[in-house]
């Protein structure tokens, strides 16, 4: 079983709409973070949440929402969806050793679409 | 702040052919180095990475050393495979919070 799942996988929803994409880890991890993934644009950090109860800001948060509901669940939200959030998304996790050495796991993604 | 930056791509390459993909990065005090590969489909994974000065990174014959004195990271392989097509990534982690700063990936195609 994959140790970083994302739901769904593909998202096609109108201008306008709240969409959540859910994220789940079992790798027993304390920090977990949303990126977005656009061509030619790498991928940038959306929120990171260090432990349930801190979670911040990245560089393209406008127009998001987090909630870490458990240490193994970290969900983004879309409060009202605009075509400019299409894009692919992925959550990652990692050891919080807080020594910037340790390499983040990544989930399947999930391509959202909006019309 | 932070920055990385890779070589434009896509890179073609014939198989068995050299590869250098480069990269370079800014960034205060000294952090971690990273290359990740993201096959067709899939999400982001390690591919090898370093984490001082003159370390080399190697995994699946991919190798690249952390050149503090040219704040460089270049990744090479000597003979590369169809099954290594893929996009490729460089990352710095900085050492105060762990965030991952990419570069904006590069296409790698690998033909017969």
């Known amino acids: 079983d994959a140790d970083v799942t994302q739901t769904p996988r593909n998202r096609i929803t109108k201008t306008g709409k709240r969409i959540m994409l859910e994220c789940s880890q079992t790798?027993?991890?304390?920090?977990m973070y949303w990126y977005r993934q656009d061509p030619g644009l790498g991928l940038r950090l959306i929120y990171y949440?260090?432990?349930?109860?801190?979670?911040n800001k990245g560089e393209i948060s406008d127009g998001y929402s987090v909630s870490r509901q458990a240490q193994a669940k970290f969900s983004l939200s879309l409060e009202s969806a605009i075509p400019n959030q299409t894009a692919l998304y992925f959550c990652?996790?990692?050891?919080?050793?807080?020594?910037?050495?340790?390499?983040?796991?990544f989930g399947p993604g999930t391509r959202l679409t909006v019309l | 702040g932070n920055s990385v930056t890779q070589m434009e791509g896509p890179v073609t390459l014939s198989e068995e052919a050299f590869l250098t993909i480069n990269c370079t990065y800014t960034?205060?005090?000294?952090?971690?180095l990273f290359w990740y590969v993201q096959y067709p489909g899939e999400g982001l994974q390690l591919l090898l990475k370093?984490?001082?000065?003159?370390d080399k990174g190697s995994n699946k014959g991919f190798e690249a050393t952390y050149r503090k004195e040219t704040t460089s990271f270049h990744l090479e392989k000597g003979s590369v495979q169809v099954s290594d097509s893929a996009v490729y990534f460089c990352?710095?982690?900085?050492?105060?919070?762990?965030?991952?700063?990419f570069g904006k990936g590069i296409t790698l195609s690998v033909r017969p």
């Open positions: 990652a996790t990692s050891e919080s050793t807080g020594t910037g050495k340790n390499e983040q796991f």
């Open positions: 790798k027993g991890h304390d920090r």
């Open positions: 949440s260090f432990d349930v109860k801190d979670i």
């Open positions: 960034a205060t005090g000294y952090p971690s």
């Open positions: 370093a984490t001082k000065a003159d």
């Open positions: 990352a710095l982690s900085d050492r105060a919070n762990s965030k991952l700063t």
